[in-house]
């Protein structure tokens, strides 16, 4: 059975830091790029970041370019996003999705500021 935990989310002030980590299990996710989403109060589910099968090509929205930074690791079957300056409307709940098929039960952000 696939299952994708994602943490690493909480309370911080603008400006801070935090990193999300999503780990998958059930199977192998190495030939599948791997993303997260945010979906804010009221608002769609929207992309964030996504990385390629090898980690070598990352995209970003417009939005987090120069803030988030995403990684994986095949060996262990884990995505992060690193987020860095974070702003107020960073604030969501943050998915984590492998492949086309595959979503993480969410993590909570919130940017105080």
């Known amino acids: 059975q696939v299952q994708l935990v994602e943490s690493g989310g909480g309370l911080v002030q603008a400006g801070g830091s935090l990193r999300l980590s999503c780990a998958a299990s059930?199977?192998?996710?190495?030939?599948?790029?791997m993303g997260w989403f945010r979906q804010a109060p009221g608002k769609e589910r929207e992309f964030v970041a996504a990385?390629?099968?090898?980690?070598?090509?990352?995209d970003y929205a417009d939005s987090v370019k120069g803030r988030f930074t995403i990684s994986r690791d095949n060996s262990k079957n884990t995505v992060d996003l690193q987020m860095n300056n974070l702003k107020p409307e960073d604030t969501a709940v943050y998915y984590c999705?492998?492949?086309?098929?595959?979503w993480g039960q969410g993590t909570q952000v919130t940017v105080s500021s």
């Open positions: 999705r492998v492949g086309d098929s595959y």
């Open positions: 059930g199977r192998t996710f190495s030939s599948y790029a």
């Open positions: 990385v390629s099968n090898s980690g070598g090509i990352t």
